[in-house]
């Protein structure tokens, strides 16, 4: 079965680095889309930053020039690293892949999340 694993995340004071990674395992054939989205209590997710398989990548306004995302194609992973980190980053961060299993058609999925908190 495919699946998404994260790992990652914590607690860090205003200003400082956090990385997240994840990881898709099971029958996979190809992955196209791999990204990351957040949510609060009480708001809708939203996007933070996507990659394609050729790299094509697209950050949210908040996340320009703070946040990269990278992926390894080889082995099916895509991470978040987060600089200057602010209050509002606080927020589950969850894992997204457009993924084609051996015997299926190409599905969304999901990572369990991964909580962020950004406190002094």
């Known amino acids: 079965q495919v699946q998404l694993v994260e790992s990652g995340g914590g607690l860090v004071q205003p200003g400082g680095s956090l990385g997240l990674s994840c990881a898709a395992s099971?029958?996979?054939?190809?992955?196209?889309?791999m990204g990351w989205y957040r949510q609060v209590p009480g708001k809708q997710r939203e996007l933070v930053a996507t990659t394609t398989s050729i790299g094509t990548t697209n950050y949210s306004d908040s996340a320009k020039g703070r946040f990269t995302i990278s992926r390894d194609n080889a082995k099916n992973t895509v991470d978040l690293q987060m600089n200057g980190l602010k209050p509002e980053d606080t927020a589950v961060y969850y894992c997204?892949?457009?993924?084609?299993?051996?015997?299926?058609?190409?599905?969304?999925?999901w990572g369990q999340g991964a909580q962020v908190t950004v406190s002094s």
């Open positions: 997204n892949a457009d993924i084609k299993p051996h015997d299926s058609y190409y599905s969304n999925y």
């Open positions: 099971g029958p996979i054939l190809r992955i196209h889309t």
